[in-house]
């Protein structure tokens, strides 16, 4: 079993593929879309809750990552899409990492990628900056947009009929911390 993704470039993929033989199972698990709040998300953006939804911004994984949360609040599966992507280098004071806390105050440079992607008129918006995962400053966001309501971060709005809209927040419990969504039931919203 891998995580994604399983190889660097194709050559490599290939090579992979060559070396454990073709009667060899290799099993690549994208994990995002089951965590709690991710798979709750997803639940409602499919659920018609929202109408047809037609836009999707995410900004709380890298890559691969972000970009199948995107593609699952969308209900994207392999459909083409047009793509357009930027980067944009700022300053930002160095926070914490893998190791920890930042032993001193430093000035680095963030890298930040954004694209959008047009999947025949469902949008796409990947934005995330390589500080996320740990800063302190820098938070993750999502916008899941459909036509009787939207997703923002974790609060859900839509609209129960043309005249009655409806505010609930998704929050997570499990042994007295966030947790578990299952069974969750809030005006007409069970998960």
């Known amino acids: 079993m891998s ?23 290799i099993q690549v698990a994208e994990q995002y879309q089951y965590q709690p709040i ?3 998300r997803i639940h409602l953006a499919n659920s018609g809750l929202l109408g047809k939804v037609t836009q999707a911004q995410v900004s709380l994984a890298h890559g691969y990552h972000g970009t199948c949360l995107m593609r699952k609040l969308l209900g994207i599966n392999f ?3 047009e793509i357009i ?10 926070g914490p990492g893998r190791a920890g806390p930042p032993e001193s105050k430093e000035v680095v ?3 930040q990628e ?19 995962y740990f800063s302190w400053i820098r938070s993750n966001r999502v916008l899941v947009c459909g ?7 974790n609060e859900v709005c839509y609209l129960k009929d043309y005249k009655t809209p409806i505010s609930v927040s998704l929050k997570r419990h499990n042994a007295g911390e966030d947790g578990n969504l299952e069974g969750f039931s809030h005006k007409g919203i069970t998960l």
């Open 3 to 25: 995580e994604t993704p399983p190889a660097p470039t194709l050559e490599a993929l290939i090579g992979l593929y060559q070396s454990v033989g073709a009667n060899t199972k």
């Open 38 to 40: 991710y798979a709750a």
């Open 79 to 81: 459909e083409n899409a």
């Open 85 to 94: 992507g930027r980067q944009f280098v700022s300053s930002i004071v160095c």
């Open 109 to 111: 440079e963030s890298s």
């Open 114 to 132: 954004i694209s959008l992607l047009n999947f025949d008129g469902k949008l796409g918006v990947f934005d995330f900056t390589d500080d996320q």
């Open 147 to 153: 036509e009787l309501g939207e997703i923002v971060n």
